[in-house]
């Protein structure tokens, strides 16, 4: 971003003021950037987590196949899945409350010992891959978040301000240069006067 500017004391009241905003912000962006960071990485290893438990469960799912054959999928089925929406530093993220599971009876005594067991299975294998999606859409939105912030640290500390700071020191520079000429154009003159002054009077003593 290339910073306008005049050499007047008004462009550098303005150059000044937007410097102490970026330098007041700068650390605000700096706790934010870290504290994103930290709950990238959280975000990251809860997810790694939840990929290994898939992996488990269709470990176990795998070694049951042969008895799955039997199960009727068609008893269990996902109603609705509740969530809401929480802060994490300062983003808006999607938290899984809850999935609500509807089940049509069965005959206990027509099916497999085991059926009961597959329903808690299937639930949990389903609590999982959906916690996987809320999961990743989090890592999603706070690596954005990151990723914006870490842009903004950059161009206040590398550009903007680095930028403004040295804009600020050439209007200084010039204003003091063109204080100097000022005041050296002002002695001679002054020097001019006092030389007319003397002379003027050094004629009259001559008359005299």
């Not at 059926?115 to 939105?141: N, P, S």
Request: no cysteine; hydrophobic share 35%.
């Amino acid at each position: 971003m290339a910073i306008t500017y005049q050499f007047n004391k008004t462009s550098l009241q303005g150059l000044e003021k937007n410097l102490k905003m970026r330098q007041r912000t700068l650390p605000t962006l700096q706790s934010k950037e870290s504290a994103l960071r930290l709950e990238v990485k959280r975000a990251k290893d809860e997810m790694k987590e939840l990929d290994e438990e898939v992996n488990r469960r269709i470990k176990d799912y795998d070694q049951m196949i042969a008895l799955w054959g039997e199960f009727d999928t068609s008893l269990i089925h996902v109603d609705d899945v509740r969530m809401s929406v929480k802060k994490i530093a300062g983003v808006r993220v999607p938290v899984l409350d809850e999935v609500v599971y509807s089940t049509k009876p069965f005959s206990i005594f027509d099916s497999p010992k085991w059926f009961y067991d597959g329903f808690e299975q299937l639930k949990a294998i389903a609590d999982i891959g959906i916690r996987q999606e809320f999961v990743h859409r989090k890592v999603e939105l706070l690596e954005y978040a990151r990723k914006k912030t870490t842009q903004k640290v950059n161009l206040f500390e590398k550009v903007q301000i680095p930028g403004y700071q040295d804009a600020i020191r050439k209007i200084k520079r010039f204003m003091e240069d063109e204080e100097n000429l000022s005041k050296s154009s002002q002695k001679i003159v002054k020097a001019k006067r006092q030389r007319e002054a003397d002379l003027a009077a050094q004629g009259k003593e001559a008359k005299l």
